[in-house]
Nanobody, 126 residues
Framework: EVQLQASGGGMVQTGGSLRLSCTAS????????IGWFRQAPGKEREEVAC????????TYVDSVKGRFTISEDYTKKTVYLQMDSLKPEDTGVYYC???????????????????WGQGTLVTVSS
């Protein structure tokens, strides 16, 4: 059974940093794109970043470009989201998810995410 475990959330002040981790079990990173999503209070969930294990590149929503970095440790089956220069508008519950490369979607990451981890709360105070 595929499981995704997200961790690393917390409370920081504006300008601070956090690193989120998403560890997968029973999932082949060669076959799945891993993405991070977030949902702010009263807002819809949005794609934040995703990691392509093929070309080892990240894709980011415009609002986090230059501040967030997604990376992968293949041996640990873990994808990280390093979040720097945090802003209050980055507050929300962050989720990681996995999408098979065989799918397609007209979204930021371009794939349909089938597996979801539990959320981890990020709160940025002003």
């Amino acid at each position: 059974e595929v499981q995704l475990q997200a961790s690393g959330g917390g409370m920081v002040q504006t300008g601070g940093s956090l690193r989120l981790s998403c560890t997968a079990s029973d999932l082949d990173f060669d076959e799945y794109e891993i993405g991070w999503f977030r949902q702010a209070p009263g807002k819809e969930r949005e794609e934040v970043a995703c990691f392509n294990s093929g070309d080892r590149s990240g894709t980011y929503v415009d609002s986090v470009k230059g501040r967030f970095t997604i990376s992968e440790d293949y041996t640990k089956k873990t994808v990280y989201l390093q979040m720097d220069s945090l802003k209050p508008e980055d507050t929300g519950v962050y989720y990681c998810a996995a999408a098979p490369y065989e799918t397609s979607s007209d979204t930021l990451c371009g794939y349909e995410f089938d597996y979801w981890g539990q959320g981890t709360l990020v709160t940025v105070s002003s």
